[in-house]
C-alpha cells in the first residue's frame, strides 16, 4: 500500500511540472527562447544554459556563452558547459525556476548586496551567477571550478562512462533509455557480487583468522558483526559513486540522492553502535585483571552511555547531511529545553553526578560492608542513579547516589585486619599466679592461630571490677570477609574455654555472695587453690601440649 502511494506521488510531480535537466519548472508556459542567447537575468540565463543541453535540441554552443571565460586560456566553453550541467545531475541539485529572480539587477542579500545569484549555496557554494556589464554569466570563478568539482563528483574514471554507456542505445523504455536500463542491470549484478566478495571475506578469511588464533569468540559476537555493517556501508558507498553515471531523470535521483545522504550515516552510526560492543568487551576484560568489583559494574554503565552517545550524534548527521535540515535551530532548541529539564530534574543530575564520583573515588566496591546512619548492608550493584545494597535482614535498600556522594560511610569492606575486643571476667577468688598463667596462655592461642596478626595484640589483666577481675581481650584477625571473622572468634573462643578448664579458672558473672559462719562438719564452697607457682606453670605446658600441638 505505501509502495503504491509513494508511486502515485511520484507519477503525479512527474506529470503536473515541465522539467529541462536539473531545471524544473512550475510556469505552464516557458519563455521563447528561439535562436538568440538571453542572458539578461539570472531567470534568462539559467534557461538558456539547460535548454540548449537538452538532446532534443542540443547546442553547446550557445549554452557555453553563459559561461564567463575571459579569465583562461584556450577554453573550451562547449566542454566546460556540459561538465557543469554534469555537476548539477551529479549533486543531485534541482533548480526550480519560481526560485530564480527575473530582475536584471538582482542583489544577493546574503553576500553584502552583490550583482550575484547562487543556485545551491550548501551543495555547490562556488558556482552561482554574475553580472558583467548588462549580462548574467556564470562567473569566471565558477568556470575555473568545473573541471575539479566534476573530477569530485565523479572520481576513479568514473566520467569515462558518460560518454562511453551512451553509444549502447538511446531508444527509450519505461521512461529510461536502453543504456540507463543495461546500466542498471549491470549495476545490480556489481551489488550482488560485492556483497558475495565480502561476506566469504568476512564470515570466512576473517572469522576463520581469529578462530587460529584462538579469538573465535571475539570474532563471531563482536568483530563479525562490525565488518557486515561495513560491508554494507562499503557497498552503499560504491553504488552512491557509479549511480551517478546513470543521469537518471531528475525527479527519481532526486529521491535516490536523500536515500543514499541517510543512509551513509545510518550505516556510519549502526558500526560505531557495534564497536561500543567491542570496546565493553576489551574494558570488561581488563575489569576481571583487577582487584576491585566496582569496575565491573561500570563497563555496563559506560556501554550503556556510549551507546546512547553514538546515537544522538548519529541521529543529528542524519538530520543535516541526509535529510538536508538545519540542526542548529533543534541544538538551540534543546539547549533550552535542557535547562528547563535540568531545573525539574536536579534530583537526577545529582544522583547520575554522585554516581560519576562513585566510580572517581571508589569508596567502596561490590561485596563491601558499608555503613552511615540507616545504611547497613553489603553492596550489590551500583546505578546510574542509585546503589543497590543487601541488608542483614535479607532485604534490599536502595539509595540514591547523591545522598551516598554526600554521606560520611565507614567501610568494613576494606578493613585491613577486623578486631576483637572482649573483656574476660574471672572471680574474685582467683589466686594472682593463675591469673597470670592464664594470661599467658591466652597470648599463646592468639600466637598459634593462623589468621591472628601477631604484631599487634593487647592481652592484660587491667581491671578490677565489683564483682569480677578483669582481664582486656584485644586482638586482631586478618580475614577478608565477616563470615571468617565470626569462624576465627569461635575457634578463639573455644581455646579460651578448653585453656580455662585446664587450669581450673572459673569466670565470673553478676552475683552477690552471702557469708556464713563455716560450720566444722562442712566446707565453705570457695574452692582451695595451690599456691605455688610451678603447679600452674606445669598445667600451662601440659594445655599448649596437648591442645595447642594438636592444632
Partial sequence: MIKKYFLFLVLSFLISNQSIGQLITEDKNLPKIGEKVNLSSPYHTTLTF????????????????????????????????????????????????????????????????????????????????EKEGNEWKFSSFSVSQIEELHSETYPYGTAKLLNILPKIGTQEYL??????????????????????IFTVAVDNVLLYSFKRFGYGKLGENYLLPV???????LIVLLLSIFIRVLQLPTEIWSWVLVVFRTLKPFLITLIFYKLVNVL???????????????????VPLLR??????????????????????????????????????????????????????????????VGDWITSGDIDGTVEEVGFRSTRIRTFRNSLMYVPNGKIADATLDNHGLRQYRRFYTTLTVTYDTPPQLIEEFVK???????????????????????????????MFYIFFEVPTWGEELACRHEILVQTVKLANTLGVRFAFPTQTLHMETFPEKKGLVPEYNSDSAFYQNKLGEFMNTTLKKK
Fill in 280 to 298: 565493553a568487551a576489551y574494558f570488561a576484560r581488563l575489569a576481571t585483571k583487577t582487584e576491585s568489583t566496582l569496575d565491573d559494574q561500570l
Fill in 441 to 471: 596462655g591466652l597470648r599463646e592461642i592468639v600466637v598459634a592461630h593462623p589468621h591472628t596478626r601477631k604484631d599487634m595484640y593487647h592481652i592484660y589483666f587491667n581491671n578490677l571490677s565489683s564483682y569480677s577481675q578483669d582481664i
Fill in 227 to 233: 565488518a557486515r555493517v561495513t560491508s554494507f556501508y
Fill in 175 to 196: 521512461g529510461l533509455q536502453l543504456w540507463q536500463l543495461v546500466g542498471i542491470f549491470i549495476l545490480i549484478l556489481l551489488v550482488f557480487l560485492a556483497h558475495w
Fill in 50 to 129: 539547460f535548454f540548449n543541453l537538452e538532446e532534443s535540441h542540443f547546442e553547446p554552443e550557445k549554452a557555453g556563452k553563459t559561461l564567463d571565460v575571459s579569465g583562461m586560456k584556450n577554453p573550451d566553453a562547449e566542454k566546460l558547459a556540459v561538465q557543469l550541467k554534469q555537476i548539477f545531475e551529479g549533486k543531485g541539485v534541482i533548480i526550480r525556476t519560481s526560485e530564480i529572480p527575473n530582475d536584471q539587477n538582482y542583489r544577493d542579500s546574503t553576500s553584502g548586496a552583490e550583482l550575484i545569484f547562487y543556485f545551491d549555496k550548501k551543495n555547490l557554494p562556488g558556482i552561482f551567477l
Fill in 304 to 365: 550503556k552511555t556510549l551507546k546512547a552517545f553514538v546515537v544522538i550524534i548519529g541521529t543529528l548527521f542524519i538530520l543535516r547531511d541526509g535529510l538536508n535540515l538545519d540542526i542548529i535551530p533543534f541544538l538551540t532548541g534543546l539547549s533550552i529545553g535542557g535547562v528547563a529539564i535540568a531545573l525539574a530534574a536536579q534530583d537526577t543530575i545529582k544522583n547520575f553526578f554522585g554516581s560519576v564520583m562513585i566510580f572517581i573515588d571508589k569508596p567502596f566496591q
